[in-house]
């Protein structure tokens, strides 16, 4: 298992950007393929983007030409870039990762898991 820590997020203007960080201590992070969730008040959690061992993507379609995923296995830490943040984007995001090397989007693939980093867009 890894732990996973994120942080970066905070509230911000539509238009804005934000760089969220997911830092995991542990072994092997390098292994592991890591996903972004989020869940805003009063709705289920949704996938955002993922990232498999070697680099692959995927995106939720909310998101693409928005957002990018990205991982640095020197520092075991994977970042999501969110550019031209929208008021509906507004939400606790998670991140998580699971030992296998390829990314899901379906969140009970994942086995470890982050306390969340609270994301605010305002109009």
């Known amino acids: 298992q890894v732990q996973l820590v994120e942080s970066g997020g905070g509230l911000v203007q539509a238009g804005g950007s934000l760089r969220l960080l997911c830092a995991a201590s542990g072994r092997a992070f390098s292994s592991y393929a890591v996903g972004w969730f989020r869940q805003a008040p009063g709705k289920e959690r949704e996938f955002v983007a993922a990232i498999s061992r070697s680099g692959d993507t995927n995106r939720a379609n909310s998101v693409k030409g928005r957002f990018t995923i990205s991982r640095d296995n020197a520092k075991d830490t994977v970042y999501l870039e969110m550019n031209s943040l929208r008021p509906e984007d507004t939400a606790m995001y998670y991140c998580?990762?699971?030992?296998?090397?390829?990314?899901?989007?379906?969140?009970?693939?994942?086995?470890?898991w982050g306390q969340g980093t609270q994301v605010t867009v305002s109009s």
């Open positions: 998580a990762a699971r030992p296998l090397p390829t990314a899901a989007m379906e969140e009970q693939l994942y086995t470890s």
